[in-house]
């Protein structure tokens, strides 16, 4: 399979544009039906095919607000990509299982990107900088 680097820019960035907008609908359209999702770390671990993947951005879409994702880099492979983002927004939900409250937020992530045939992501693996997350919403104290 043979995809150009403005190819798989644009299906990355149209996966993007769709979270941007919570749009779970759009971001699920752009997965293989049979892809593998795998955000790292997370409980029960990768999911494969898009009805598996909707609950993570049903979740995602209440956690976080106003995300905007910006790309710092892109290496290329035959049918690949690896994206390195930061992603700034808010948070009012409970992101990663932290309470938000609301506040503003700001990490980095690492996306391992692998195209099926058609363009549709095959398998999307996603490293999120846990630590920034933990640091920027810190905890309250027990009372």
């Known amino acids: ?3 150009s680097r403005e190819e798989m820019d644009a299906r990355m960035d149209e996966h993007f544009g769709f979270e941007a907008r919570d749009d779970i609908e759009g971001v699920l359209a752009t997965l293989d039906p049979d ?3 795998d955000i790292v770390g ?3 671990g990768p999911t494969h095919g898009r009805d598996a993947a909707r609950p993570f951005y049903e979740a995602l879409f209440s956690d976080l607000s106003d995300g905007q994702v910006t790309s710092l880099r892109r290496l290329y492979g035959d049918g690949f990509l690896v994206d390195e983002s ?3 927004g808010r948070a009012p939900g409970r992101p990663f299982g ?3 409250r609301n506040r503003p937020l700001e990490f980095r992530l690492l996306h391992v990107i692998e195209f099926a045939e058609g363009g549709t992501i095959r398998r999307e693996n996603v490293w999120i ?3 920034a997350v ?3 919403l810190p905890q309250a104290e027990p009372a």
């Open 1 to 3: 399979m043979t995809m």
């Open 35 to 37: 892809a593998e999702h």
């Open 42 to 44: 997370m409980p029960g």
């Open 86 to 88: 930061v992603w700034r």
């Open 98 to 100: 932290i309470e938000g």
């Open 129 to 131: 900088d846990l630590a």
């Open 134 to 136: 933990i640091r920027q």
